[in-house]
């Protein structure tokens, strides 16, 4: 298995598992990692999924070996990468816990993700201008919009790499964690996200993710029918009802 899941109450951990290739992403573990992710997706008891890998390495990217083989025929008919789309219509919130090495696809995995954690030892890269090729999972736009056009083209024009540090300096991650506990730090974080309702933390997702496709004129429009139509929800009444109650809510 390319990919372990494992569901603790609201939360699921997808580990990803080809320890001696630096977990790159080849065909088969895309598959069943978005595979997976999209059943999780479905079932309202799971409110927050973190994607993770091993100390050493998030992912080291995606598989030179299965990649090198190919010419331009088969990655233009295969429509080599065009699956990985799939994976940005999952609503349920995704945290990255990067350990180690996250280059190339590992990166561009990490920055599909809604929030990247990462311990002090992890390092960011794309460098894929080393292999005479470019980014080719989104790294290009996504990390352009995350750092800016600036920082973005060095990273990209010279495959340098990030420390966890300057990532989190430059905007590329979310937070770095201490490496001690790392995984369990975040697993506290997810099952607050989780404890929420699950179709609030969907629509917030949406609308969040909407910023980056539209005007402000037209993202706000977005929002506000997304918020007027959470006041069809037993979650509103009851997240409203409890704060006023003074207790805590108790959202299904
Ligand atoms: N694809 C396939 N195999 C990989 C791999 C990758 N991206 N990264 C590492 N491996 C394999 C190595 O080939 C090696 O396998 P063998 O033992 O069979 O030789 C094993 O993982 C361990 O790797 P190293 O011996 O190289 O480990 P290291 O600790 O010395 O170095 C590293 C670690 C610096 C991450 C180095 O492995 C490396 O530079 N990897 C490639 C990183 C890279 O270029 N990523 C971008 C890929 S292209 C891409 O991702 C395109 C895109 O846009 C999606």
């Known amino acids: 298995m390319n990919v372990l899941f494992e569901k603790i109450d609201r939360i699921v951990i997808a ?3 080809r320890p001696k290739a630096l977990n790159a992403l080849n065909s088969e573990l895309m598959h069943e990692l978005i595979s997976g992710l999209l059943e999780y997706d479905k079932s309202p008891e799971i409110g927050c999924i973190i994607i993770t890998g091993n100390k050493k390495a998030f992912c ?3 598989d030179i070996k299965e990649m090198a083989e190919k010419d331009f025929t088969a990655m233009f008919n295969e429509d080599y990468f065009g699956y990985w789309e799939i994976f940005s219509r999952i609503k349920t919130p995704i945290i990255a816990a990067v350990n180690g090495y996250a280059f190339g696809g590992g990166c561009e995995l990490a920055m599909m993700c809604d ?3 990462a311990s002090e030892n992890a ?3 794309q460098p894929e201008i080393k292999l005479g090729v470019i980014p080719g999972i989104g790294g290009t736009q996504r990390l352009t919009k995350l750092v800016g056009k600036s920082k973005a083209m060095e990273i ?3 495959g340098k790499t990030i420390n966890a540090e300057e990532a989190e300096k430059i905007g590329l991650i979310t937070q770095v964690l201490p490496k001690e506990n790392f995984t369990k730090q975040i697993i506290k974080k997810a099952h607050l996200i989780a404890s929420y309702s699950k179709t609030a933390l969907k629509a917030a997702k949406e609308a969040t993710n909407q910023a980056l496709e539209s005007s402000l ?3 706000i429009v977005f929002e506000r029918k997304l918020f007027h139509s959470l006041f069809h929800t037993q979650n509103q009444t ?3 009802s409890a704060f006023l109650e ?3 809510p108790n959202f299904n």
């Open 217 to 219: 004129k037209d993202g």
């Open 15 to 17: 580990k990803l598992n």
């Open 238 to 240: 009851e997240g409203m």
């Open 156 to 158: 990209i024009l010279t």
């Open 246 to 248: 003074k207790r805590t």
């Open 123 to 125: 390092q960011f890269g």
């Open 60 to 62: 080291a990217g995606a």
């Open 115 to 117: 929030i990247i954690y």
